[in-house]
């Protein structure tokens, strides 16, 4: 293994290859808020694809009951814009995809893990990192 933080995963993308940042810290995203799609045992919603979100996906989160685009500052969340880029729950890309509201991904960005729900190839049909 890669020998990655205590407790966590190990973090190698849905490619095999080392997992890189998915933000550039505007918004900090990521489970553990350091910036990539990193996850480990207390992170539930396997938050481990690494999205570009658009206003479509931000309106189909917020109708399922997640609201990314307000911000709460007793949180320090600013809210997402179109644009941003974030770490989802796999399972809610997967949602997405299935409902025709997918936001297109970073492979490179995405942890392994998202493979446990969602296929390689419905990822890299969705991928902005693919040449």
Partial sequence: ????PPGREPTLNVLGQPLVPCSNGEPVTGFYR???????PDD???????A?????FLAFSKARGNDLS???PAFGFP???????WCLC??????????????RVVLMATH????????????????????
């Fill in 1 to 4: 293994m890669d020998g990655g």
């Fill in 52 to 56: 570009r979100v658009t206003a479509e």
């Fill in 34 to 40: 350091d910036g990539d799609c990193s996850t480990g």
């Fill in 79 to 85: 809210g997402l814009k179109p644009g941003d880029r």
């Fill in 90 to 103: 796999a399972a809610r890309w997967k949602e997405a995809f299935e409902a025709g509201a997918a936001p």
């Fill in 44 to 50: 539930l919603g396997r938050h481990v694809v690494c």
């Fill in 112 to 131: 392994q893990k998202a493979l446990d729900i969602v296929s390689l190839a419905d990822l890299k049909r969705y991928a902005i990192d693919l040449s």
């Fill in 70 to 72: 307000t911000p709460v």
